[in-house]
């Protein structure tokens, strides 16, 4: 069954790559370009699954994220965050010195994307 | 007791003096003619010999001039008689110290004798003083050549290099550390060479110059100034430079110079140049990773989609992943370029060429590439891009000398910036606006670029041309203003801007237009 996955990046590139590997999973994407407006996407299309990117303008992804952890509409909305940043040193850091109540998203992506990995993870998170 | 030889021929006068002199406790020889006197004198040698003029045989005149020729320094007091005046005078020509008048008044007598006993005070003192001295000026020779070898050790020994010369430039002065210096020796430089051929040729008028000058240390002195010497083998040897010019009442009189051996400093600051320089590659390199991973991404997300498209027959996915390959490859080419243009020494290309072409390049680039973006981002959101590029030109420009390329660098990359500015800046509705504004000024011409992004707090523009620093997380390098600063500083202009948080920033750049201002020189340093 069909199901909708919202990708959130403030790079076309990266929406237009991660869009491109997704199609073949036959589900429905839809995409936002910055936290604000992924956080209103995830409250009023209710993904199944978000792939988002973390550096975004300002505060954007680790706010986005905060948000969604937050909000009982979307906490459990499993998310797999898109990262330049290795990681170890720095997400899982970050998060944690602001936040100490926020879980750890379910997966984590660095780039570059390896198309492959994306697929499995996806499709493990979306059973 | 003193002696005195009394000599006279009348027996009754010689006792009757000699009665008186030995009631004042002189010790009185007699002598009853001058033959007699003189031999007395040779054997009893007194200080004090009265004699009287007029005797048979040898007369006092004679005993006179034995005695004086015997020891000149012999008080003598001739006795005349009543009238001889003239013979009084001869005594006394004949260095008598005194005489006096027969008959003899013991009171004249005794005034006599009083003056020569001192007359010898005086002598003895004298002497004394005399031999004093030459004791004291023995003592002073010692110990100004004491002083003297401690200074000429001084000189000799100081590790400083000191060379002196006299007021035509001949050298004077040349120590041990001047020969370590510049490898000559003291032998072949004292009083053979000038003072000016120990620089580089040319060097010397600068020494010379920077004297006359105030800037070191005032008119006349030179204090800590770094020039080259030149060592005899015709090396260049970097030294620090104090001198003073001497001057003897109001004459110029010769010169001093202190030459401090740099060599080693200067090999410490290259190691530490060059190791600052490894830490600012491992800095660049960390930063670089992060950045060029991310142009990787794009580049692997380009090939992906063209792979998509090809393999699963959707041609309409092929413009899209080639515009992606194509950016990416644009994004390294621009991180190459960045990266070759900070790591090189180089002197900017100088054509004469019109700033405005160089601005309307700029401008239609990037409108280009805002444009692209604009309709993707439509397409894709169905939102309006809210960054608008405008541009304000100053027709009064005409032409100006300088490196177009660099300057075409600098403008891309203050205006890849402000569109950061604008589009990294939190999700406001808010619609962007970036100028590039070009301006005549009396000594060249300016160049704006004017946003109202996001602008900078304190903290971000306090470190803004430090190294690699970024705002932008892996997708800045930081390399952007320090390549812009470089070219500029490199053209002999400034860059400058102001900038205030949720308002925006301006970044200026002033280039100077003529051939001479941007100079056919050396880039300026550091």
């Not at chain 1, 973390?54 to 937050?70: A, C, F, R, S, V």
């Not at chain 2, 200080?47 to 320094?73: C, H, Q, S, Y």
């Not at chain 2, 670029?449 to 997708?475: A, C, H, I, W, Y």
Request: glycine letters at 8%; a negative charge; aromatic letters at 6%.
């Amino acid at each position: 069954m069909a199901k909708k996955i919202l990708i959130v990046d403030d790079e076309i590139e990266q929406i237009d790559f991660a869009s491109t590997i997704l199609e073949e999973t036959g589900h429905t994407l839809i995409t936002a370009m910055d936290g604000r407006e992924g956080m209103n996407k995830a409250k009023a299309e209710k993904p199944d699954l978000i792939l988002m990117d973390i550096m975004m303008p300002e505060q954007g992804g680790i706010g986005m994220y905060q948000n969604l952890k937050h909000d009982d509409e979307t906490k459990n909305i499993p998310v797999i965050i898109v990262t330049g940043i290795t990681r170890g040193g720095g997400f899982d850091d970050v998060l944690v010195r602001q936040d100490q109540d926020i879980p750890a998203p379910e997966g984590y992506i660095e780039k570059p994307m390896n198309p492959e990995t994306v697929l499995k993870m996806v499709n493990d998170l979306l059973p | 007791m003193l002696k005195i030889l009394l000599i006279d021929d009348e027996e009754p006068i010689r006792k009757v003096l000699g009665l008186y002199l030995r009631s004042k406790d002189y010790e009185v020889i007699t002598a009853a003619d001058g033959r007699e006197g003189i031999e007395a004198f040779q054997q009893e040698s007194p200080a004090v010999v009265l004699t009287d003029i007029k005797m048979p045989g040898m007369d006092g005149i004679e005993v006179l001039k034995r005695v004086k020729e015997m020891n000149p320094e012999t008080e003598i007091i001739v006795i005349t008689g009543h009238g001889d005046m003239d013979l009084a005078v001869q005594a006394l020509q004949l260095d008598a110290s005194d005489f006096i008048t027969k008959p003899v008044d013991n009171q004249a007598l005794s005034v006599a004798l009083k003056r020569a006993k001192e007359r010898m005070e005086i002598r003895r003192r004298l002497k004394e003083y005399t031999d004093n001295l030459e004791v004291m000026v023995k003592e002073a020779t010692a110990e100004l050549q004491k002083a003297h070898d401690f200074q000429t050790n001084l000189i000799q020994n100081s590790i400083d290099g000191i060379i002196a010369a006299d007021e035509d430039g001949t050298i004077l002065v040349f120590n041990q550390g001047a020969e370590e210096l510049t490898g000559r020796t003291a032998s072949e430089v004292i009083g053979k060479m000038d003072i000016d051929s120990i620089y580089p040729p040319g060097a010397s008028k600068t020494v010379h110059e920077t004297f006359a000058a105030e800037a070191y240390g005032g008119k006349n002195r030179l204090v800590n100034y770094e020039i080259p010497l030149l060592s005899k083998s015709g090396k260049e040897i970097p030294v620090r430079i104090s001198g003073a010019a001497l001057f003897e009442e109001g004459r110029a009189t010769g010169i001093v110079c202190f030459f401090q051996d740099l060599r080693e400093i200067k090999r410490l600051e290259r190691e530490l140049i060059q190791s600052e320089r490894l830490s600012a590659i491992g800095q660049a390199v960390a930063g670089m990773a992060h950045y060029t991973k991310n142009i990787l991404n794009g580049l692997q997300g380009g090939v992906y989609i063209v792979n998509t498209s090809l393999k699963k027959n959707k041609p309409d996915l092929l413009p899209k992943g080639w515009a992606m390959v194509e950016n990416n490859v644009g994004r390294i080419s621009d991180l190459v370029m960045n990266m070759l243009i900070y790591s090189k020494e180089r002197e900017p290309d100088y054509v004469d060429c019109s700033p405005n072409d160089i601005a309307q390049e700029v401008y239609n680039l990037m409108h280009e590439t805002l444009e692209a973006e604009a309709a993707k981002v439509h397409d894709l959101t169905k939102r309006q891009y809210r960054v608008k590029l405008f541009k304000d030109l100053d027709p009064s420009i005409s032409h100006c000398y300088m490196d177009p390329t660099g300057v075409h660098r600098c403008l891309l990359n203050l205006v890849t910036n402000a569109i950061d500015a604008c589009t990294l800046e939190s999700d406001e509705d808010k619609d962007f606006s970036i100028i590039i504004r070009t301006r005549k000024e009396d000594e060249g011409v300016r160049f704006d670029v004017v946003d109202n992004g996001s602008g900078m707090t304190d903290k971000v523009q306090e470190k803004l041309f430090e190294r690699f620093f970024s705002t932008k997380g892996p997708k800045g390098t930081g390399l952007g203003l320090l390549v812009t600063r470089k070219i500029v500083d490199e053209h002999r202009g400034r860059i400058s801007f102001k900038s205030s948080p949720g308002k925006g920033t301006t970044f200026t750049m002033r280039f100077p237009c003529d051939k001479e201002r941007s100079g056919n020189g050396t880039a300026p340093k550091s």
